[in-house]
């Protein structure tokens, strides 16, 4: 699956965050990077919110409701702290 697949760059990624860290105290990432760190973010948050729904047997309409509630919170946190809206990503 793609969760395994890509595990090991993901974890590759945050080690080369940490130690950049460590020595450095401003990365200059473009907008291109916080979409893609969004994506990424939203794509292993519904991961495990899937699995959270499926242990609690929740209903479909629950569901779309929890995922829904998800992504417009991550899209007003978005916005509040950078001032871009992330619906704006992929114009």
């Known amino acids: 699956m793609i969760g395994k697949k890509l595990?090991?760059?993901l974890i590759e990624l945050e080690e080369e965050i940490i130690e950049f860290e460590f020595f450095q105290q401003k990365?200059?990432?473009d907008n291109d990077a916080l979409r893609t760190a969004t994506k990424?973010?939203?794509h292993v948050l519904?991961?495990?919110m899937y699995n959270l729904q499926n242990s609690e047997n929740m209903?479909?309409?629950d569901r779309c409701n929890m995922a829904t509630f998800a992504g417009n919170k991550?899209?007003?946190l978005i916005k509040q702290c950078t001032g871009k809206d992330?619906?704006?990503f992929y114009k």
């Open 46 to 48: 519904l991961d495990e």
């Open 7 to 9: 595990t090991p760059i």
């Open 86 to 88: 992330s619906y704006d």
């Open 59 to 61: 209903p479909l309409s």
């Open 74 to 76: 991550l899209r007003n």
């Open 27 to 29: 990365p200059n990432y």
């Open 40 to 42: 990424i973010f939203y």
